[in-house]
């Protein structure tokens, strides 16, 4: 995934139903002469609010999680899709998204070609749902295998970690695209068996809709952040990646 340039952001002040409107008909009209046609839409009812939340949630993480940034110009997911490898052609995304990352990383998220941005926070809002978490997805291979290492030294101190009261409200770790086996090295007597199957290390949880249209969305997403960070900052303290205590 990657990310592009946003405009300067206002103050944000909720997204409105024009914004999901916007990505269902998206969805039906998936063309270049479509969007290029409703772009003034997109800018004003998905693009600009986006990168407002963006930078008010930054404001709140800079008390969390110092070392997560949230940046207008680089949180942003293009909406633009790589199709290269991909059969289905379609031009578009129809979801708007933002990563908030590990100020000492790269920005990149599940892939192996750009610097990964390790453990950090994600915002999607869709046609029908919107979305939050926190955590590591698919990250390359050698990121991954890292974790791993991690894992098979220190499973303890994860196992207690998402037992936590605080973590257990999520459901769990996410589990899609588990291994069916064990990753080659571990054997599948290994106490930390069902970790070391992941090749995610995400939780998080869907928004209702009285959420994802009030202005204090923002809070919303900081609280949530402030809960998932235990997990952020296991993830990122196995990638070398230090929390800080103030920017």
């Not at 100020?103 to 749902?129: D, I, L, N, Q």
């Not at 291979?141 to 890292?146: D, F, G, N, S």
């Not at 290994?190 to 199957?197: F, G, K, M, T």
């Amino acid at each position: 995934m990657t990310t592009s340039v946003a405009a300067s952001p206002r103050e944000f002040a909720g997204f409105r139903a024009a914004a999901r409107t916007f990505l269902r008909r998206l969805r039906r009209h998936n063309d270049r002469d479509w969007f290029a046609e409703h772009r003034p839409t997109y800018a004003a009812e998905g693009r600009a609010p986006l990168a407002a939340l963006v930078e008010e949630v930054d404001v709140r993480l800079a008390s969390i999680a110092p070392e997560i940034v949230g940046d207008p110009r680089r949180s942003l997911f293009r909406i633009h899709r790589d199709v290269r490898f991909s059969a289905d052609k379609s031009p578009y995304k129809t979801s708007a998204a933002c990563w908030f990352f590990h100020a000492g990383a790269g920005r990149g998220v599940g892939s192996a070609t750009t610097a990964h941005g390790g453990a950090g926070f994600y915002f999607e809002f869709g046609p029908t749902s919107s979305s939050i978490g926190g955590g590591i997805w698919m990250p390359p291979r050698p990121t991954l295998a890292i974790i791993r290492a991690r894992i098979g030294e220190e499973h303890a101190s994860l196992g207690r970690l998402l037992r936590a009261p605080t973590l257990r409200r999520y459901g769990g770790l996410a589990e899609d695209a588990m291994l069916a086996r064990m990753p080659r090295g571990y054997d599948a007597a290994h106490p930390a068996a069902s970790l070391l199957r992941h090749q995610s290390f995400t939780l998080g949880r869907e928004l209702t809709n009285d959420e994802l249209f009030s202005p204090r969305l923002p809070d919303v997403l900081a609280r949530d952040f402030a809960r998932i960070l235990p997990l952020v900052r296991w993830l990122n303290g196995a990638l070398g990646l230090r929390a800080l205590a103030r920017r």
